[in-house]
């Protein structure tokens, strides 16, 4: 289908595993951002890519890992999850050459027990 | 983020009344956007604003941006329950990229 996607939509875990969530897009944007979605905070970006294999940090980072080796992937992998990172994260995309807005996914939710 | 408030956190009204949501900025603005997110679903673009003074419509909701673009209002007129969900606005603050900051959320409720 085309569009952004993200897998799981849910996702429950234990502290100290490893989690990856995946987000993918057909549109070829350039950019693409991760994501939470905490009550009281609002979204906070965690990372972000410009380009296939550039990566930068964002308002949130520790304790996530991203890679973006093709332009249409941008998979977040909680290394050790935390409790503290139970929240809801969502994948975006935009394409910087024009005015757009970021275009979102339908988040995963995650609980981390 | 603190750069963006929103006002109010939440609201219910009775549907068919107008209602008013608020996004500050700390800073000036190079564009605001505005979101839409039904519970437990993913963001849903609405509009976006880049003029001082500006203001754009669709169906019954209407958004302007301050002619110091450092305040924008999302207004729904005639609310009904399908406006029920959560606003969120978002600002670019430079032409550098797409990042945007994202204010806390307004969660709206509408009484049928």
């Known amino acids: 289908d085309a569009g952004i996607t993200q897998s799981p939509r849910y996702k429950i875990t234990e502290t100290g595993r490893q989690v990856t969530l995946m987000c993918h897009q057909t549109?070829?944007?350039?950019?693409m951002f991760w994501y939470r979605q905490d009550l009281g905070h609002g979204l906070r970006l965690i990372y972000y890519s410009a380009a296939a294999d550039i990566t930068d940090k964002g308002e949130v980072p520790d304790g996530y890992v991203v890679s973006r080796s093709k332009t249409e992937n941008f998979p977040l992998t909680l290394e050790s999850a935390t409790r503290s990172q139970t929240s809801v994260y969502f994948c975006?995309?935009?394409?910087?050459?024009?005015?757009?807005?970021?275009?979102f996914g339908p988040g995963t939710r995650l609980l981390v027990l | 983020s603190q750069e963006l408030e929103q006002s109010p956190q939440s609201l219910i009204v009775q549907e068919g009344k107008n209602l008013t949501i608020n996004c500050t900025s700390s800073k000036t603005l190079y564009g605001l956007y505005w979101y839409k997110q039904k519970y437990g679903e993913g963001l849903i673009f609405l509009m976006m604003l880049q003029k001082g003074g500006e203001e754009k419509s669709h169906e019954k909701i209407t958004a302007k941006l301050d002619e110091k673009k450092q305040q924008s209002s999302l207004h729904i007129t005639a609310s009904q329950p399908s406006h029920a969900g959560i606003y969120l606005c978002?600002?670019?603050?430079?032409?550098?990229?797409?990042?945007?900051?994202f204010g806390g959320g307004t969660r709206l409720m509408v009484k049928p």
């Open positions: 975006a995309s935009s394409d910087p050459s024009t005015q757009e807005t970021q275009y």
């Open positions: 549109w070829s944007h350039s950019y």
């Open positions: 978002g600002a670019r603050y430079n032409n550098a990229g797409n990042m945007l900051t």
